[in-house]
């Protein structure tokens, strides 16, 4: 499973990549503007930047919402950096823009997905990955590692080449549901991340071994 960090943080980014974990990032206009980067050079230039200090898939979102606007920003886009991933929203334009951008080469993320019938759709349109906002669905009371479940499980009946990006991660918790249901990719906050390093059991097992050692070895 690969391990992407969702955040347009340059330090957060250096910090999860520097664990030796860290297969690329995703970025949408909210992560953008919380890290306080504004207007479209600035966020072109941004999202260079994040190219450089990771090896691995960079999704930069389009803003349009209609098919030639998508096109003309998503070909822009993929031109930056060889390892940008163009994110395209679930909308009846977007799916028109994956087709286009898959006859093209040009790699997608299909963001904004919720059920298994639009990552379907996003999968017939030759996406390269889909973007299951699992942690949206808990915060509506649902159930968002059932959802990645089932399209792990459609996409396998198939032989579908989408990948499923379990998005919108809240935990620790979560990136091992992912692992268990057999998602491709997590993107996940830094916090969800170093997470998984924690459990009280080694804290307190490590202290014992160094004070043993220290016994014996005094300074
Ligand atoms: C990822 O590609 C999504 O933009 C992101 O995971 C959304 O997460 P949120 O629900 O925490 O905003």
């Given amino acids: 499973m690969k391990f992407f960090i969702d955040t347009a943080d340059l330090k ?29 050079q600035n966020i072109l230039a941004h999202y260079v930047k994040i190219c450089e200090m990771v090896e691995g898939d960079v999704s930069a979102e389009v803003i349009a919402t209609d098919f030639a606007g998508m096109v003309r920003e998503g070909e822009m886009l993929s031109e930056l950096h060889p390892n940008i991933v163009v994110k395209v929203p679930m909308i009846a334009d977007g ?44 915060d509506t009371n649902w159930d968002g590692v059932s959802l990645i479940e089932q399209i792990v499980g459609i996409y396998g009946n198939y032989g579908f080449a989408t990948e499923v990006l379990a998005a919108s991660i809240r935990s620790s918790l979560h990136i091992v549901q992912c692992a268990e249901v057999g998602a491709d990719i997590v993107t996940c906050p830094l916090s969800s991340i170093t997470g998984l390093l924690k459990h009280p059991l080694t804290d307190v097992g490590l202290e014992k071994f160094l004070a043993d050692y220290r016994k014996g070895n005094p300074v």
Wanted: net charge positive; proline share 3%; glycine share 12%.
């Fill in 12 to 40: 957060e980014i250096s910090e999860a990549h520097a664990l030796g974990v860290l297969d690329g990032v995703t970025t949408n206009p909210s992560l953008m503007a919380k890290s306080g980067i504004t207007g479209q």
């Fill in 95 to 138: 799916v028109k823009a994956l087709k286009y951008f898959s006859g093209k080469g040009i790699r997608t993320n299909c963001t904004l997905v919720f059920s298994a019938g639009q990552a379907i759709l996003a999968a017939k349109a030759g996406a390269s990955m889909v973007s299951p906002f699992m942690g949206r669905i808990d």
